[in-house]
């Protein structure tokens, strides 16, 4: 596609549920990056892959929430046993070359979880 | 860590009023800085970003220029429109492109 795709774009959630969230970058896009933004706030960075490597996962929250891009396009962002806190915009973010420190990324337009 | 601080809003402003959202950031070495904007019902979208120090970058009537001394990268417009009402983050980045945000400023021009 044209874009960063994300499905689904609203997701709703009972406390304790597990949930899956796509992100489908732009074609031939090197590196990945998934960003959790409550409501307010701005981004914050979750991880990142380059490829099918995930080389930075600092910012997932906890053990609960783990990622893959095992094919090195394709990215899912999994949260285990959600609870009320999770509830946020989940964006993905694609760019074309990890080497230079102003490469462009380019957003999906979110996935918006609510966990009750 | 590297952080963000952008001015807080929101800021509303009258058609053809001048625009300017304060950041400053704290980050070990020199980081890329961005400007992203958010519309109405739309993703992120970047704006306009500077790589180096004295940098200026420029988009659609905005400008931000890379100030080392005093570590902003502020945000300007001569003359804001309507369509211009969105919320605005800026930005840093590391080497690989890691990205911390503001928590960003919400723009609302009337006419």
């Known amino acids: 596609g044209a874009g960063v795709s994300q499905s689904p774009r609203y997701k709703v959630a009972k406390r304790g549920q597990d949930v899956a969230l796509r992100c489908d970058p732009i074609s031939g896009h090197v590196s990945l990056f998934w960003y959790q933004q409550a409501l307010g706030q701005g981004p914050e960075f979750l991880t990142y892959f380059q490829n099918e490597a995930q080389l930075d996962k600092s910012g997932l929250p906890s053990d609960r929430f783990f990622a893959e891009r095992p094919e090195g396009s394709v990215s899912t962002l999994k949260i285990q046993r959600t609870q009320q806190e999770d509830s946020a915009v989940y964006l993905c973010?694609?760019?074309?070359?990890?080497?230079?420190?102003?490469?462009?990324?380019?957003f999906g337009a979110g996935t918006r979880l609510s966990v009750l | 860590g590297n952080s963000v601080t952008q001015m807080e809003g929101p800021v509303t402003l009258s058609e053809e009023a001048f625009l300017t959202i304060n950041c400053t950031y704290t980050a070990t070495g020199y980081p890329s800085l961005f400007w992203y904007v958010q519309y109405p019902g739309e993703g992120l979208q970047l704006l306009l970003k500077?790589?180096?120090?004295?940098d200026k970058g420029s988009n659609k009537g905005f400008e931000a220029t890379y100030r080392k001394e005093t570590t902003s990268f502020h945000l300007e417009k001569g003359s804001v429109q309507v369509s211009d009402s969105a919320v605005y983050f800026c930005?840093?980045?590391?080497?690989?492109?890691?990205?911390?945000f503001g928590q960003g400023t919400i723009l609302t021009v009337h006419p």
């Open positions: 500077a790589t180096k120090a004295d």
């Open positions: 973010a694609s760019s074309f070359s990890f080497r230079e420190g102003g490469n462009i990324q380019y």
């Open positions: 930005a840093g980045g590391t080497s690989y492109g890691k990205l911390t």
